[in-house]
Structures are given as structure tokens and as C-alpha cells.
């Protein structure tokens, strides 16, 4: 089972972002676009494991402390660089309890033998890939890529959009499916965020 860990965002946010990618997609046409609804803020990509290990992470996950979250949905950008573009993204701005709740879940999840994230979390929402990995570290061999580049002059006469704010009051398990279409993501599990002491 392909899973990860992840926040919802609220549908009013995820309509404003669908009616921008609306408006920009022609600028990118050869772009691999994400499916509104499959829009997330990945806290922690795990890849695939076995239904028991699965069970495993499901416990750890429930033993995590951690506040709601507060995210406002702002700005645009491209990893791993905007010469080297493949994937564009919707920023987040957030207070710490965001990457304190990134931090917990990487932890919870290391006490399973899971190796711990090795670079900052960097919070964002991922709208369309450009071709290559959809990773947003820069990889050996990464060059000028043209497949955003249409899209990049035309942004670059807009202010940068807002498209809301919104508090976490829950993370969950996902399960990724691969399909022909492009990936579906469903929920397997929900951990609620509470005040912690």
C-alpha cells in the first residue's frame, strides 16, 4: 500500500485555487495539472508498505500531541527553481505549529524505522508537474525546462493571488493509487488535532 501523511484543505479554498488553475492552465498545457480534488498539504510521503506496517503507523499517528493548524493560501512558484521549473505550487504561510506538526509526525513515524525527512519542511500546495520527478529538491542533471515558461511571463504581469485562510483541525492517512489517469488518494484514517497542555 502506497501511502503518505497529509492535511485536507477547506472546499472554498480548493474552489478559488481550481478557478485560477482554470484561468493559467492554457499556459501550460503539456503540464501534468492535479486534480482539485486531490489537493493536499503533504506533511510526510511514506511510499509503500505492508497492510501490518500500515496498522503500525496508524498507532504511532494516534499518539501525536499537536495544535490546530492556521494556513493562508498565497502566492505561486516553481521547484526546484523557476529556470528549472517542474513543479508549480501555491504557497502557504503558516505560524510554527505547522512545522511543529510536520516534526511530530516525522518522529512518530521514525520510532517505526521510517527514515526522518532530511530537509526543511517546506510547506505547499503542488498544482501541476512539468515532466521528470515531481520532487521539488534540484536532482543531478536538472536544466533549463521549458514546459512552465509560458506560464511563468504570464504570471509575472499579476499580483500574487489569495486564495484564503483556513485552520486544521484534523490530519490523515492517505492511501495513493496509481492509475492511468493520475493518482487517487483516498482517506484510510483521521487523527484529530487537539490543544496540547
Known sequence: MRIFIALD?????????????DGVREFAPEARWVRPESMHVTLKFIGEKPAEVVEEIKKALASVQ??????????????????????????IESGPALTALARAVD?????????????????HLTLARGGGSGSPRWRKGDGANKSFQRLQEKLSAFSA??????????????????LRGGSRYTKIARFALNMTQ
Open 107 to 123: 518522529s512518530a513515524t521514525a520510532a517505526l524505522g521510517i527514515p526522518k525527512e532530511e530537509r526543511a519542511f517546506s510547506p
Open 9 to 21: 484543505i477547506d472546499d472554498a479554498i480548493r474552489e478559488r485555487i481550481q478557478r485560477f488553475m
Open 66 to 91: 499537536a495544535d490546530p493548524v492556521a494556513m493562508s493560501f498565497r502566492g505561486q512558484g516553481f521547484f526546484p527553481t523557476a529556470k528549472s521549473a517542474r513543479v508549480f505550487w501555491v504557497g
Open 161 to 178: 493571488p489569495e486564495f484564503g485562510t483556513m485552520t486544521a483541525r484534523e490530519f490523515f492517512l492517505y492511501q495513493s493509487q496509481l
